[in-house]
């Protein structure tokens, strides 16, 4: 099948074109960058020299949808229900990178993005796409809404709780990510010398992934009052939550550990570890897997769940390919079956 | 006056070292290491060798007790009660950079440090070394237990609410360290290839530093139900504490804010950031300040307190100096008073 | 086929699993470790939990024999000489990634490594396996020297000179490496603190990897007087080589590129980078690439050639694959189309 | 002494105002910066808040003559003589931290800066602000140009060859920079995930400290043929240069050693490392310390000086202050005697 990638000039992009280049059920036909038009894709990304010639290409509806069976947008909220609009038309599968349909009310989603939803309507359409949890209506989907990074990380910590009920209480995510989340614009946050061997905590008022989480524990049953605090890390990728929820009526480990079990039974992309391990980002580093770990504090009521995921695979351009996968009939777990890159 | 450094061999020891050459009232008569006896100073750590000429010596009471007029001691646990037995008879003040007189019970040392406790009766001798906390108690003491390096954090980032009897529900501190908190000793955890550029929490069940924590809040009046992560970051110095505490009655931002800019009001190294700002390790690199910033998140019962030291500064040997400061009647910010090395 | 790991537990051997696990032709069926025999892989290496179910074997020539077709060493140099004694009865292809048997005098080997070289009769079967360079002898060999990670930097920088008779004075490889280089055994030299956030030189006086370069050169025909310098850098992976060569009679910037184009026109795994363009390690971290570029200081007589590598991949694991593909007739580049993983 | 900061906002601004707030005869009376007009200092340097109360300032000629006795100037180059100008008539000593008073003649700095200097008629006037070689210039000069980052470190190394006129032949120094160098604007090479855990050469064809190093080396004697490379590697400060140098008539370990023992006898801020020790930047991180280190390879004609400093410090902001101490008659290490911070 032939793939585009609208936006693909981005960290995202450029980890679809990564992957894509061995899938081997796809061929990237168009690569699109709107500011980077003629450009070499390897002249951007010297790491894809060996693997594309050409350049990056100017989005064409018409263009796209001859030479395309499939469709991924790494564009910028705002710009994306623009261009999924345009695709909307042709039937063909769309896997949608940005944050414009991952929240299910456009109220939150003007709240949150600062900017009025342009296409609504096709809300009810898109499908959250985490495919641990959804599988089946990501699989007969046609606009699947990529979920954020943060959200990815802390709800597949989450949802074996959320889905036996048992999250009622107070929960904190305690979020860790590598700098390449902040994308590739220029910041003086993201400024190497500002950041490196350092750490910092931001929008501790809120962040647009807070309401995505809210949003999805609530579908899956949970009652949870969610506070979410995300930290810069000095590292390039990889996100790591440390999650704590209060149990009502005490926390059983062996219980738990059955649970996540069942969860995950199965799952090629989640691996929960050993008793006593923790997860480390650097051991996902490149591959689709989220991993996962129960801790259980000395004599208390609180459980903490600990998940890591490399931001820009599991977190965004390789789930995006599972989903693709899913949607397109092809096997699940095409192109994206390599370990993470440790040391 | 004269200090001895007994054990200057470790990253606390040298950063002792480091401090002192500068401090307009003290000259180090002695610096000593067993396993590294005879060796000059400077070859073990380079970066003092334009300070120091000498050699690291071997510990002996006889020679400590002339050449010094108080002491530093930065010795393993379990070690460091041997030789603050024999140097209690001197009468000459000592800050004990271990953990062996920061628990007051002797139980719990041993149930946290497997080993029974040597010198239980010089134990309420012991004054915890927070000086913006116990700045009394610390000038009036012989031997000063100098706080762990999350405990300090944590705590400057809840004594405020402690004191005021606010502390009374689940409080989760989730601390984010530099390598450099697990010394010079080398461990697979601390091979630069395993950790460099990734995180990891570790210690989930119980970190020796919680009964520290505990035991210092419930002193202060709080009743709170802690739970402590530690986490490894990629990074050479600094702790960040990110720490919830649910606050019964709700959140009042402006009155917590007044809160915490009376409780530190006049301290020169607790610095309370601008509001809206959150604390960066870096900014506090090789100084003794703690930045500390409260965070409400959007709608919540749940107040965010950063906290953010340098743990071999203000978490370590910055500390023990500024209660050597008081100790011997010096001015409290002496040799302390360089702003953090940014970036 | 049937591939076996023999030393599986180092970073090499990890890197060999981690690539091996994707590639089509190749299954693993053993992978051994004295030291962690039994030992699940996937609890020393998490990154592999999605790849490998089983724990390191013991090694054991018979059970080897009948269970592998082909042969990857990952021992220590001193150890490996035994293990390929063992081996070469059994006319299977061998792959050693030790240092064994890449120089050509045993006495040469006796100098730099401190060890007498127990099997010199095999000397003269091994093929040093740069396919770039080697490509028909690799494939005919049964036994072959996987190079050092230095020297594939340095060599794939300087061949096409040396080739052509162009190396005849001084030449300056001032070489900066990972510090996965160093290995996963702990030393004060990897231990985080010691290195993070700085930079370092080291073996000035002469580091093994010299003699296998100056062997090399002077095979290809160079008369090259060698000074080389290696350096930690504070990076888990990449070799990047900064050499400095004085042409007789000057620089001819357009017939040098030329004179490169040439030597790796077609060559899947060596990049010419565009002019002006400056290779960088990040570009092909975790792929087989090596990016070459040509530097020309204003106005001298001093070329700069630039070439980077992963010292896990081209260094050692996957130029070690790609060895073997040549030598058991797959396709050299199976199993190594995967793109650096940037950023 | 007041002391005007000219261009504070900058990391070299930065530095001064850090290093001056414990500077013993020194107070900073202003610090402007344009950009940042009437902004608090410790809002853009939190690290500065413990030791700065105040808002960055305009500059203003008259009130600057007013209120300091002596001035830094931290601006960029071709906006820096400008304000020299202007302060001339004033004859108060100017350190100026710019490129422009550090070329000797006015169509060098034209090719190389790409404008026409302003104050040609000046640049006579300008010491080059090397202490440990021009002291006694220096301290009598109103108008110091402090030198470059790179060029600092590469001169420490080789002064005691070019004053001994031992610089005859090719010089190659390979020059590793953390990214504090590069300033605080936003770059897409300082980008924190262009850059992080990699490395890259960078200005090959030729970099503006170049001519800087050809200058001096003539002005002291050599009539070396220099190639230079800077690299950017992934840390936040420090400069190592390894710089080989072929000598003419051998290489005498012995008294090369004793040349720069001699000629370092009694200077506070070079550091001749021991035999067989090489320089990390680790240990200078922060401090005004040179390591100077001598390598001998192996059977050859090439020397290895390596010299490693902080950039902002040796390299910028603490030798100007060091410059500034000798102008006003102050002593020189005033200020300046803190050991570099390790780890």
Request: proline share 7%; charged share 15%.
């Given at each position: 099948?032939?793939?585009?990638?609208?936006?693909?000039?981005?960290?995202?992009?450029?980890?679809?074109?990564?992957?894509?280049?061995?899938?081997?059920?796809?061929?990237?036909?168009?690569?699109?960058?709107?500011?980077?038009?003629?450009?070499?894709?390897?002249?951007?990304?010297?790491?894809?020299?060996?693997a594309y010639d050409g350049a990056?290409?100017?989005?064409?509806?018409?263009?796209?949808?001859?030479?395309?069976?499939?469709?991924?947008?790494?564009?910028?909220?705002?710009?994306?229900?623009?261009?999924?609009?345009?695709?909307?038309?042709?039937?063909?599968?769309?896997?949608?990178?940005?944050?414009?349909?991952?929240?299910?009310?456009?109220?939150?989603?003007?709240?949150?993005?600062?900017?009025?939803?342009?296409?609504?309507?096709l809300l009810s359409d898109a499908?959250?796409?985490?495919?641990?949890?959804?599988?089946?209506?990501?699989?007969?989907?046609?606009?699947?809404?990529?979920?954020?990074?943060?959200?990815?990380?802390?709800?597949?910590?989450?949802?074996?709780?959320?889905?036996?009920?048992?999250?009622?209480?107070?929960?904190?995510?305690?979020?860790?990510?590598?700098?390449?989340?902040?994308?590739?614009?220029?910041?003086?946050?993201?400024?190497?010398?500002?950041?490196?061997?350092?750490?910092?905590?931001?929008?501790?008022?809120?962040?647009?992934?807070?309401?995505?989480?809210?949003?999805?524990?609530?579908k899956l049953g949970g009652e949870?009052?969610?506070?979410?605090?995300?930290?810069?890390?000095?590292?390039?990728?990889?996100?790591?939550?440390?999650?704590?929820?209060?149990?009502?009526?005490?926390?059983?480990?062996?219980?738990?550990?059955?649970?996540?079990?069942?969860?995950?039974?199965?799952?090629?992309?989640?691996?929960?570890?050993?008793?006593?391990?923790?997860?480390?980002?650097?051991?996902?580093?490149?591959?689709?897997?989220?991993?996962?770990?129960?801790?259980?504090?000395?004599?208390?009521?609180?459980?903490?769940?600990?998940?890591?995921?490399?931001?820009?695979?599991?977190?965004?351009?390789?789930?995006?390919?599972?989903?693709?996968?899913?949607?397109?009939?092809?096997?699940?777990?095409?192109?994206?079956?390599?370990?993470?890159?440790?040391?």
């Open positions: 099948m032939k793939a585009g990638v609208i936006g693909a000039s981005g960290y995202t992009g450029a980890e679809l074109l990564r992957i894509l280049s061995t899938h081997p059920g796809i061929e990237v036909s168009m690569a699109t960058a709107r500011q980077y038009a003629g450009e070499k894709i390897a002249s951007l990304y010297p790491s894809l020299a060996g990056f290409d100017v989005f064409e509806p018409e263009a796209a949808a001859d030479s395309c069976d499939v469709f991924f947008l790494g564009l910028p909220h705002g710009e994306s229900f623009k261009v999924v609009k345009e695709l909307a038309a042709l039937g063909k599968p769309v896997v949608d990178l940005s944050a414009d349909f991952r929240l299910q009310s456009p109220d939150e989603y003007e709240k949150w993005y600062d900017t009025a939803h342009g296409a609504p309507d499908v959250y796409g985490i495919p641990e949890i959804y599988r089946d209506a990501v699989a007969s989907a046609r606009l699947t809404a990529n979920p954020g990074c943060y959200p990815t990380a802390a709800l597949l910590g989450l949802y074996p709780l959320a889905a036996a009920g048992m999250l009622r209480g107070p929960v904190v995510v305690d979020a860790k990510s590598g700098v390449s989340g902040a994308g590739r614009s220029l910041t003086l946050a993201t400024h190497y010398p500002q950041i490196a061997d350092g750490m910092q905590p931001y929008s501790v008022a809120g962040h647009r992934h807070l309401p995505e989480i809210r949003d999805q524990l609530e949870a009052d969610v506070v979410f605090t995300p930290h810069l890390a000095p590292m390039n990728r990889g996100i790591l939550c440390t999650t704590y929820v209060r149990l009502q009526g005490g926390v059983d480990p062996a219980g738990l550990r059955e649970l996540y079990e069942n969860a995950y039974n199965g799952e090629r992309f989640v691996q929960l570890l050993p008793e006593g391990a923790c997860p480390q980002t650097k051991a996902v580093q490149g591959s689709n897997d989220c991993h996962v770990a129960l801790g259980f504090p000395d004599g208390g009521s609180t459980l903490v769940v600990m998940s890591a995921i490399d931001n820009l695979v599991k977190g965004a351009a390789g789930q995006a390919i599972q989903n693709m996968n899913l949607m397109c009939g092809l096997e699940e777990t095409a192109g994206l079956a390599g370990p993470g890159l440790f040391p």
